[in-house]
């Protein structure tokens, strides 16, 4: 975890707004690395403040005091006229305070009332909790289904069960939200095609009618037939997926992209970044196999690889791809190496439905690298932001990025 990302939980932690999953994720981190030298820095910069602050009281931080300067360790303390600590017992008295933090995280001293979390672990379902009116809260699962007819079901206000039936493929919302495909393909001779698509701040996941598994991020739509009857399995992205394939050695499976650009897989999971405001578009591997091809050449991808190609159609292969990152907004999180203001803000557009407008040209100088749930509202995401000197003004759906 990076100082930015530290200093933001312990800020919401002493602000008393943290919520249980940030509280996880902190109380983690520092059982772990209760020495390391920046979390000494930030508890010292957090006490102080909150002493100054009066936010702890008396009582509250006589206990604290005691947890962390024990008797054992009292001889060893030496103090000049102005009571100001030694050096190396500042050491010492740093570490025990993180220590002792560390507990008091982790069990509470009794003075946090934390709201309830914004992801339920079972589902993954996102739950809005809105800080203030005028604040953004997450978006959660959305999507439009369009039939071959042209008629569209709002997925997220259907009612759970069978939605429609087109020749032998019934169309099924299960009762985890999730939309489902049971094709009887005998008899069946006319190869009839759904769109699935989500809007700004809308997630959805689907079986197709091969048993394939597909995951839709915000923005995105993907267009299928609703049995497949040819030697090809082929569907059409646009936006973001992942993608989980049945194998069938007799039928490869193909996504087609908006630039002509191809996959093509037996059995595998991987996930395709190809929305059109990106400088690239980005095929990442997690298991299996996959050829991609540009109108030009097949390029072989195997685990752990991600394909990137520019707007000129050229392919690039990086060996070692950040996995976890590119994956992280299916798993409920947003998640940065490195990328800039412009890049993050992007990702925050599509998943809070928001317009975000730049005085002036975006700085690509701050970089930032992190891990922050997807279910906080907009405010917890800029406040993250802002501790590298970014500033903002939202104006209704409209964000402002100011010097």
């Not at 267009?223 to 069938?248: D, Q, S």
């Not at 409920?332 to 992007?346: E, K």
């Amino acid at each position: 975890m990076l100082p930015e990302r530290l200093q933001i939980l312990m800020e919401l932690y002493f602000d008393k707004s943290i919520n249980e999953v940030e509280l996880h994720e902190l109380s983690q981190w520092v059982t772990i690395h209760a020495n390391d030298e920046t979390l000494l820095q930030l508890l010292e910069q957090q006490w102080h403040k909150q002493q100054a602050l009066h936010t702890l009281s008396d009582a509250e931080s006589e206990r604290i005091i005691a947890a962390i300067i024990t008797p054992s360790s009292s001889n060893q303390i030496t103090q000049s006229g102005d009571n100001v600590l030694s050096i190396n017992t500042r050491v010492i008295w740093l570490k025990r305070l993180a220590v002792a933090a560390s507990v008091l995280i982790i069990f509470s001293i009794g003075y946090f009332n934390l709201k309830p979390s914004n992801i339920s672990p079972s589902t993954n379902s996102i739950v809005a909790v809105p800080v203030n009116k005028s604040d953004i809260p997450p978006g959660g699962q959305k999507a439009l289904l369009t039939l071959s007819d042209g008629s569209q079901i709002v997925l997220d206000s259907a009612s759970n069960g069978l939605l429609s039936q087109q020749g032998g493929t019934k169309v099924i919302k299960l009762a985890n939200g999730q939309l489902q495909y049971a094709a009887n393909t005998l008899g069946s001779t006319e190869t009839v095609y759904n769109t699935m698509s989500t809007p700004p701040g809308g997630q959805y996941q689907l079986t197709l009618p091969d048993g394939s598994k597909v995951w839709l991020n915000a923005s995105s739509s993907i267009h299928y037939p609703t049995a497949f009857l040819e030697k090809e399995r082929r569907v059409t992205i646009t936006g973001e997926a992942y993608f989980e394939i049945a194998k069938n050695a007799n039928k490869p499976f193909i996504v087609k992209i908006y630039n002509g650009a191809e996959v093509k897989v037996l059995g595998t999971h991987f996930n395709i970044k190809t929305y059109t405001d990106e400088d690239e578009i980005k095929t990442t591997l997690l298991e299996g196999s996959i050829n991609i091809y540009n109108g030009l050449k097949n390029n072989l991808l195997l685990p752990g690889n991600q394909a990137k190609i520019d707007k000129s159609g050229a392919i690039k292969v990086q060996a070692d791809a950040d996995l976890e990152e590119a994956v992280a907004w299916k798993n409920g999180n947003f998640q940065f190496n490195s990328a800039d203001v412009a890049a993050v803000l992007r990702q925050a557009a599509r998943w809070y439905n928001i317009e975000v407008v730049y005085a002036g040209k975006p700085s690509t100088e701050n970089r930032f690298t992190g891990k922050i749930p997807m279910a906080v509202n907009l405010s917890r995401l800029l406040k993250w932001l802002e501790y590298s000197d970014v500033h903002f003004k939202l104006e209704g759906k409209k964000l402002i990025v100011t010097p």
